[in-house]
C-alpha cells in the first residue's frame, strides 16, 4: 500500500490515523461542487460518469451569504449539503477561494492585520471564524436531517479557504455537543493554519477522524505562517491540528505514494518546505499545486464539466438571492434556485441573545455572533513572516 505512517508527540488524546485515500477522493468531488452554482446539476454529471460518488447522492439544499461587507463583487460564502441513504451519509462541503478573486486580498489582508478570536481553549484567525458564523443557518438544517436520519455519520469538506471553514464546523458541531466526535468525519484539501497551539489540542479533544490534505508545495497550507512562533513551549503563533496526510510528489493522482503524519507540524512532511526562502522560491508554482488536488482543478471541475465559463467578476448565478444581512437556504425548483428560508442574526451586546427572525421554518437551533469575543493582537514576528509569503504569492495570483 501507497503510505507510510510517521509519529509524533501530540498524545493527548486518541485520534484516527486511519485515511481512506477512497474517501479522500470522494469528497474531493464534493468540495468541488461546492464551487459550483449549480451543484445539484454538477454531481449529477459527476455520479453519471463515474462511480465515485455515491449512486443515490443528492445535493438537498445550499446555504449562502455575502461574506464580506465591501464595494467588492465576488462568489459569497457558501455551503451545500447532500444526503446518501445508501451511505448512511450526510454531506457539507464548503466553497473556498478562488485563486483570482478580491475576496483573497481581503482573506489574506484579515490574517495579516487583523486580531485571533478566543474560541474553545486557544485562538483562531477571525476571518475564518467571522466567515462560518455568517452561515448561521447552516447548523440547524444539518440538525434537522439528523432528526431524520439519527444514525448516519456527518462528512465535513472542503477545500482552501472551505477547509478551514470545514475545520471549524466540525468543531463547533462536536463543541455544542450536537455531534459526537466519532459520528463524524473531516477531510480538508489545501487548508490554511486556522487557529493556535492550543486551539489545536482543543480540536484533538473534540475531533476523532481529521484529515489535511496537503499536495506537495502548496503554499497555502503554510500560511499563516509558522517560521519560528508554533512550535516552542507556550507558543501562541498559527499552528495546524491533526492529522496530515501529505502527498511529496509533484504529479499527484489518486494511487500516489502519501505519508500520514500525527504530528501537527512534522518536518517529514509539508512542514519541510516552509521558510522565508523556500516560500518566495516556490511562489511560481506553489498556486498550481493549490489549485489542483488528485489531478482535479478543484474550483474549476464543475464549470468545465458542465461547460460552463465562468464569469470574470466571480458573482454568482445564486447572488441576486443573497445578502450580507442574513444567511438563506436555497433549494432547487423547477424555476431553479429559490429561498427556502432566510435567518436573521441580530446581536445585543449586553445580554448577548440571538433573535432570529426565519420565514418558511422554524428552527429550534440559533447561532450568536458575539461582537466580544476575546481578542488576541498578531505579534511582529509573525506578521513580518506572513507577508514574505503572502506578497509574492498574490503578486503572481493577480498578474
Not at 18 to 29: H, T
Not at 141 to 170: C, K, W
Not at 203 to 214: G, I, T, W
Amino acid at each position: 500500500m501507497n503510505v507510510d505512517y510517521q509519529s509524533g508527540c501530540d498524545n493527548l488524546q486518541e485520534i484516527s490515523t486511519d485515511y481512506k485515500k477512497e474517501l479522500a477522493y470522494e469528497q474531493v468531488f464534493l468540495a468541488a461542487a461546492a464551487y459550483s452554482d449549480e451543484p445539484k446539476v454538477c454531481v449529477e454529471k459527476l455520479k453519471a460518469g463515474s462511480s465515485i460518488l455515491p449512486s443515490d447522492i443528492d445535493i438537498v439544499e445550499v446555504i449562502a451569504r455575502q461574506c464580506d461587507d465591501t464595494i467588492f463583487e465576488y462568489k459569497e460564502c457558501a455551503a451545500i449539503i447532500g444526503l446518501s441513504v445508501s451511505r448512511k451519509s450526510i454531506y457539507v462541503s464548503f466553497r473556498g477561494t478562488t485563486s483570482i478573486s478580491p475576496q483573497l486580498i481581503l482573506q489574506s489582508l484579515s490574517i495579516l492585520f487583523e486580531s485571533k478570536l478566543a474560541y474553545g481553549k486557544g485562538h483562531v484567525q477571525k476571518y475564518f471564524l467571522t466567515a462560518y458564523q455568517k452561515l448561521s443557518c447552516l447548523e440547524p438544517r444539518v440538525m434537522n436531517l439528523l432528526e431524520q436520519y439519527p444514525d448516519f455519520t456527518v462528512h465535513f469538506s472542503g477545500h482552501s479557504l472551505g477547509g478551514a471553514l470545514a475545520s471549524i464546523a466540525a468543531f463547533t458541531f462536536s463543541q455544542k455537543g450536537l455531534l459526537d466526535r466519532n459520528s463524524m468525519k473531516l477531510y480538508t484539501y489545501g487548508m490554511p493554519r486556522v487557529g493556535d497551539k492550543l486551539y489545536a489540542a482543543d480540536f484533538r479533544e473534540k475531533v476523532y477522524e481529521s484529515f489535511r490534505v496537503v499536495n506537495y508545495k502548496d503554499c497555502v497550507t503554510h500560511f499563516p505562517t509558522c517560521f519560528i512562533s508554533c512550535r516552542h513551549e507556550g507558543a501562541t503563533g498559527p499552528y495546524h491540528h491533526h492529522t496530515e496526510v501529505f502527498y511529496d510528489t509533484s504529479n499527484m493522482l489518486s494511487e500516489s505514494f502519501f505519508r500520514v503524519c500525527n504530528g501537527n507540524e512534522d518536518d517529514v512532511c509539508s512542514h519541510k518546505y516552509q521558510g522565508p526562502i523556500k516560500t518566495v522560491a516556490n511562489a511560481r508554482f506553489c498556486t498550481d499545486y493549490h489549485t489542483r488536488y488528485f489531478d482535479i482543478p478543484v474550483g474549476k471541475h464543475c464549470d468545465e464539466t458542465m461547460n460552463k465559463r465562468r464569469k470574470r467578476s466571480d458573482v454568482s448565478d445564486m447572488s441576486h438571492l443573497l445578502s450580507s444581512e442574513y444567511c438563506s437556504v436555497l433549494q432547487k425548483g423547477n424555476d431553479g434556485w429559490f429561498v427556502f428560508s432566510n435567518r436573521v442574526t441580530k446581536i445585543t451586546k449586553a445580554s448577548n441573545i440571538s433573535t432570529n427572525d426565519t420565514s418558511s421554518v422554524t428552527d429550534s437551533l440559533t447561532t450568536v455572533i458575539d461582537d466580544d469575543y476575546e481578542c488576541a493582537a498578531s505579534p511582529a514576528y509573525q506578521t513580518v513572516p506572513n507577508m514574505l509569503l503572502v506578497i509574492p504569492t498574490l503578486t503572481y495570483v493577480l498578474m
